[in-house]
């Protein structure tokens, strides 16, 4: 079993707070490396981000907490990193982010790789830091090359290893790879998986975040209708055999993409 590591969001309510605390307990039974908490435009939850990564340490895992820059200060990432210190996280997911809806661009920083550098030059090498990659290419980058360009500076800015959107195309994560390595990239790229749970769900995050649904996957699932039954186990099969794929394709990890629901990611594991 490769090593793998889970990804969380801050719940927003008490009854969400226990049902994620219900499912951390189930998933630890998977050994997990390290578990990432998410936040929202523009770093607006990062208090319940905190939270929740404090939750996991106490619980005896590693957490990373992720951590934006756009729309921040100096100031303001360098109070967020010395209470990340204080609460002896070692791991950070460094992100450019979004800003909320209706803000322009802010902030002092424009690219993740700003954020890699400043962290660097703040806290040397305190923080293990982990930054996205995209083997589809961002929705944002003008072609798949300056989104290369962008994953290498934030290598050469200080970044320890990469963590993938998700995708369900293992030759897209292999070329991507391959690319990396050429350029003289050795940080590890571990793959993103998202299991497959909900059609309509799935397709609202695909379609916001620009990863590649492929078409046959579309349309089986489109087919199911309402059958959640048919649905999951169809996603179950899927996302195993992706999983499979990416082993042979020498992936150092899988980052799942948990939902906050411990059911399909420990399905997917007991196939593995």
């Known amino acids: 079993m490769l090593p793998i590591s889970l990804e969380f969001f801050p719940p927003k309510t008490p009854e969400g707070a226990a049902k994620l605390r219900a499912a951390r307990q189930r ?3 998977l050994r997990p490396e390290f578990c990432s908490v998410t936040f929202g435009a523009g770093g607006s939850t990062q208090d319940g981000t905190l939270q929740a990564v404090t939750e996991i340490m106490a619980e005896g895992v590693c957490a990373a907490p992720h951590l934006s820059c756009i729309g921040q200060s100096r100031d303001s990432i360098r ?8 609460a002896s996280v ?3 997911v460094t992100l450019r982010g979004d800003l909320p809806s209706g803000y322009g661009l802010g902030g002092e920083f ?3 790789s700003d ?15 982990e930054v996205a990659a995209y083997p589809e290419t961002h929705p944002q980058a003008r072609s798949p090359q300056t989104d290369i360009e962008a994953f290498i500076a934030k290598v050469e800015a200080g970044a320890d290893s990469g963590i993938t959107q998700y995708f369900f195309n293992a030759d897209a994560y292999a070329r991507y790879v391959e690319e990396l390595r050429r350029r003289g990239v050795g940080v590890p790229i571990v793959p993103g998986i998202m299991p497959i749970t909900s059609s309509t769900q799935l397709m609202r995050f695909s379609d916001a ?5 492929p078409r046959w996957i579309r349309l089986r699932l489109q087919s199911y209708g309402d059958d959640t039954a048919s649905i999951k186990a169809f996603g ?9 794929q990416l082993r042979a394709a020498g992936a150092p990890g899988l980052h799942f993409y948990t939902m906050n629901q411990a059911e399909a990611t420990l399905a997917i594991c007991q196939r593995l």
């Open 110 to 112: 424009r690219y993740a």
């Open 27 to 29: 998933l630890y039974t």
């Open 115 to 129: 954020l890699v550098a400043f962290i660097r030059s703040e806290t040397g090498r305190q923080f293990h830091l």
């Open 90 to 92: 070692r791991r950070i």
């Open 209 to 213: 975040c620009g990863a590649e649904i």
């Open 79 to 86: 109070d967020r990193l010395a209470a990340y210190a204080a």
């Open 236 to 244: 179950l099969d899927v996302v195993t055999q992706l999983c499979h």
